[in-house]
């Protein structure tokens, strides 16, 4: 199946810092990426579509200015943790749907753990 | 897009089938059942989905009821690496985004 990839795949920053989180589709391009957030124990939760070329949609209670998404690329999105907190400690998930027919379903990095201490 | 309910754990013996069911009553016309799982600490990995008929591939078999308010997942010989939360989603071809329920936690017991 397609590739998606994640980096890093842990993190740890100090509170006050800001993040970055690199998603990248290695062998095939994607118009739309998805942002999620996984919390112990707990279902993914969807932050954010992301587009390229264009800005980002959140899901209700998502601070856009606190989690900076860009898309610059068919095969590139990125996730910013800004001013982060303990709070912000979390597992943060990107997935990407290939172009074209949908032949199977979204493909899921492997995931980053954020610790923010 | 339509709600599922799933059983939130079950239990499976190595080496026999899992099945997995999820309930989609409200599911519609143009709406796909999607089944991913997700392994401890990692990102969720596609198995199969379907729109009415009975679907099989290398992972898994999705046996989808004629009224299309049910189906069941099926995992034909169940591996010790089996062992994950399963998802059931439902999702109209069109849509892209996925919304994650609770799922059910698959245990494979030796």
């Known amino acids: 199946g397609a590739v998606v990839s994640q980096h890093p795949s842990r993190v740890i920053c100090k509170s006050g810092t800001s993040v970055k989180i690199e998603c990248r589709s290695l062998d095939f391009q994607a118009t739309t990426m998805f942002w999620y957030r996984q919390f112990p124990k707990q279902s993914l939760m969807l932050m954010a579509t992301?587009?390229?070329?264009?800005?980002?949609?959140?899901e209700q209670g998502v601070e856009k200015d606190k989690f900076l998404i860009n898309h610059a690329s068919l095969t590139l999105s990125t996730l910013t943790v800004t001013s982060a907190h303990p709070e912000d400690s979390s597992f943060y998930i990107c997935s990407a749907i290939p172009r074209g027919p949908r032949k199977s379903g979204a493909f899921f990095g492997q995931g980053t753990r954020l610790t923010v201490v | 897009d339509a709600k599922t309910t799933q059983p939130p754990s079950m239990d499976c013996a190595e080496g026999r089938a899992a099945n997995l069911p999820c309930n989609h009553s409200t599911i519609s016309g143009n709406e796909y059942v999607y089944w991913y799982r997700q392994i401890h600490s990692q990102g969720p990995q596609y198995i199969i989905h379907?729109?009415?008929n009975n679907e099989t591939n290398e992972m898994a078999s999705l046996i989808i009821t004629e009224d299309r308010k049910s189906s069941t997942l099926i995992l034909p010989h169940a591996t010790l690496r089996d062992t994950a939360v399963y998802y059931c989603?439902?999702?109209?071809?069109?849509?892209?985004?996925?919304?994650f329920g609770q799922g059910t936690r698959l245990t494979i017991n030796p």
């Open positions: 989603i439902v999702l109209n071809q069109g849509a892209q985004k996925l919304v």
């Open positions: 379907g729109l009415k």
């Open positions: 992301s587009n390229e070329g264009s800005k980002a949609t959140y």
